[in-house]
C-alpha cells in the first residue's frame, strides 16, 4: 500500500499568512493526489484535484503542486475561514489512503 | 441539488452486522464510482471501498476485506455498505463520497454529512 506522510501534523499561523503544507508518497503516484479541508463536525471539501487544479469554487488562494513523491499545498494569505484540518489523499492505485492531516489553528 | 445522504448507522454490539446507505441525487449517478470513507472519533480520514459505474468491479482496504460489501443499486441512485462482524476499532463516522468518470485520478467532490456506527457491548 502507499503511504501519504503530511508535515506537519499542526500549524499555529495568523490571519494572513502564507502556510506550506508538505505530503509525501511513499512511492511514484505521477499526479494523482488530491487535498481536502475539513472543519470539525463536518464532511471533508474538495480543494485541489490532479496535485495542482483548483476544484471549481474553491478560492484561489488555495494552490498545489507537485509530482512523484513530494507534493505542497499553500495557502497564500490565510483567511479566518481556513483554520481547519487539511488531508492529502492519493487516488494512483487501490487501496487509496489519506494522509494523517494538518490542523491549521490560529496564533 | 447535487447530494447524497446517508442512512443506517446506529449501536451494534461487537460481532454484530449494520447495513448503511447512500441516496444520491441531482448527478447521474450510473456515470461515477462511488465510495465510502470513515472516520473514527478525533482521528483522521480512512478510505474503506469503492464500487465500479455498473457495480461490476469493487476493492476494499484491507482492514475491512472480507467483512464489508459494497454494492450500489443504479435504478434507486443508491449506494450500500454491508458491515459483518463488526469489531470496536469499525466505530467511525461513514461518509458516501463521489469519485470521478474515471476508477482513478479523480478526487471526492461530493460527499454525504456522515453516519455514525458505535460498536459497543
Known amino acids: 500500500d502507499i503511504q501519504l506522510t503530511q508535515s506537519p501534523s499542526f500549524l499555529s499561523a495568523s490571519v494572513g499568512d502564507r502556510v506550506t503544507i508538505t505530503c509525501r508518497a511513499s512511492q511514484g503516484i505521477s499526479s494523482h493526489l488530491a487535498w481536502y479541508q475539513q472543519k470539525p463536525g463536518k464532511a471533508p471539501n474538495l480543494l485541489i484535484y490532479g496535485a495542482s487544479a483548483l476544484q471549481s469554487g474553491v478560492p484561489s488562494r488555495f494552490s498545489g503542486s507537485g509530482s512523484g513523491t513530494e507534493f505542497t499545498l499553500t495557502i497564500s494569505s490565510l483567511q479566518p475561514e481556513d483554520f481547519a484540518s487539511y488531508y492529502c489523499q492519493h487516488l494512483n492505485s487501490y487501496p487509496l489512503t489519506f494522509g494523517g492531516g494538518t490542523k491549521v489553528e490560529i496564533k | 441539488q447535487v447530494q447524497l445522504v446517508e442512512s443506517g448507522g446506529g449501536v451494534v454490539q461487537p460481532g454484530g452486522s449494520l447495513r448503511l446507505s447512500c441516496a444520491a441525487s441531482?448527478?447521474?449517478?450510473?456515470?461515477?464510482?462511488m465510495h465510502w470513507v470513515r472516520q473514527a472519533p478525533g482521528q483522521g480520514l480512512k478510505w474503506v471501498a469503492v464500487?465500479?459505474?455498473?457495480?461490476?468491479?469493487?476493492y476494499y482496504a484491507g482492514s475491512v476485506k472480507d467483512r464489508f460489501t459494497i454494492s450500489r443499486d443504479n435504478t434507486k441512485n443508491t449506494l450500500s455498505l454491508q458491515m459483518n462482524s463488526l469489531r470496536a476499532d469499525d466505530t467511525a463516522v461513514y461518509y458516501c463520497?463521489?469519485?470521478?468518470?474515471?476508477?482513478?485520478?479523480?478526487?471526492?467532490?461530493?460527499w454525504g454529512q456522515g453516519t455514525l456506527v458505535t460498536v459497543s457491548s
Open positions: 441531482g448527478f447521474s449517478f450510473s456515470s461515477y464510482v
Open positions: 463520497a463521489k469519485g470521478g468518470g474515471r476508477p482513478l485520478g479523480d478526487g471526492f467532490d461530493i
Open positions: 464500487v465500479w459505474y455498473d457495480g461490476s468491479n469493487n
